[in-house]
């Protein structure tokens, strides 16, 4: 089609990667040309210090709050890959407007308008606080369930944003510099990682076919963080299925189309706010129901004080 990048256009790195690159901005050459050789960068204090902080109290708000309201991970990770010691909010884009900055960060949306396609997703966005006594995260890439053969087509880019300094000691991401380029048959070991030690308010960009990990927490304190990560924009269906689909009729669609339709699961794939797809809705139903109540008394409230005035 007319001003879509061409396949001839496609850029492979080594044997793991391939991408059709976009617009390059000569303000960050520098961080592209890092990302291609090394399949990171790390972005040194890209957020101002008051959004770092105003973000602190808004997590340590979340992490107090019930399951109910900050999401089934909130006090603490339900299998060894969320981390038994790891505290997880999942849907920050439903529950606060605090977090909304580190979405859209103007250096970050650039090396997106590189990496990915015109009209690239957010396809994860939550906090991950590490406490202390933490294990080693599982090693893996975060295109792991996407069964294609290396040299892969590129699927998206994660990010580490560290709200407080990520240190050695402290749980902070590791990854292997250099592992996008690998074959199927190079398989990490951990000896090669290495820590994105990094100070608070700074971000780890790094495309997802490099392997990474949580790091273990051997220090007194939490680590806490962000992960925001984008895919590619054809990563969805053509029909917004779950969109467009009525709630209200749910239960009486079967239940395999149900699936096809999207509430459904690949391993934790397409989860919403922690919970599965069907759990999400129905949790939303409530809050829609409990918001139209709330505004009916306040409707009531309204026409009576206008005929309490009408009578003066």
């Known amino acids: 089609m007319p001003g879509r990048p061409s396949f001839n256009n496609r850029v492979q790195l080594g044997e793991g990667t391939t991408f059709l690159p976009g617009k390059k901005d000569p303000s960050i050459t520098h961080l592209i040309d890092h990302v291609l050789t090394h399949g990171y960068v790390i972005l040194p204090s890209l957020f101002p210090t008051p959004l770092v902080s105003r973000a ?22 339900r299998n060894p ?30 090396l997106n308008d590189y990496f990915l396609q015109e009209n690239y997703l957010l396809t994860s966005f939550h906090t991950v606080t590490i ?39 402290n749980g902070a991401t590791t ?43 051997i220090s ?7 992960t925001v990560q984008y895919c590619q924009p054809w990563i969805r269906p053509i029909e917004n299925m779950i969109v467009a689909v009525g709630w209200e009729d749910l239960d009486v669609v079967p239940n395999r189309l149900l699936q096809l339709l999207g509430f459904s699961l690949n391993d934790f794939m397409g989860y919403v706010d922690g919970r599965a797809p069907r759990t999400g809705v129905e949790m939303r139903k ?14 009531r409230e309204g026409e009576e004080k206008f005929k309490n005035g009408s009578k003066l």
């Open 131 to 169: 406490a202390s006594g933490e294990r080693e995260q599982s090693m893996h890439t975060d295109d792991g369930l996407i069964q294609l053969p290396r040299p892969k087509p590129l699927m998206g880019v994660g990010t580490m944003v560290a709200l407080d300094p990520f240190t050695s000691t």
């Open 81 to 110: 890959f969320e981390g038994y010691q790891t505290r997880r909010v999942y849907a920050l884009a439903d529950k606060s407007r605090v977090f909304d900055e580190f979405t859209i960060n103007e250096t970050v949306l650039k």
């Open 286 to 299: 409530r809050r829609l129901i409990e918001w139209g109540i709330r505004e009916r008394e306040k409707g």
């Open 175 to 217: 990854l292997i510099p250099g592992s996008h380029l690998w074959p199927d048959s190079r398989l990490p070991q951990r000896s090669e990682m290495i820590p994105a030690v990094m100070p608070a308010g700074s971000m780890v960009y790094f495309l997802n076919t490099v392997w990474h990990s949580g790091g273990a927490n």
């Open 56 to 77: 602190l109290s808004e997590l340590t708000r979340l992490e107090s709050a019930s399951l109910e309201t900050s999401g089934p991970a909130s006090h603490g990770g």
């Open 220 to 226: 007194s304190e939490p680590r806490r963080s962000l």
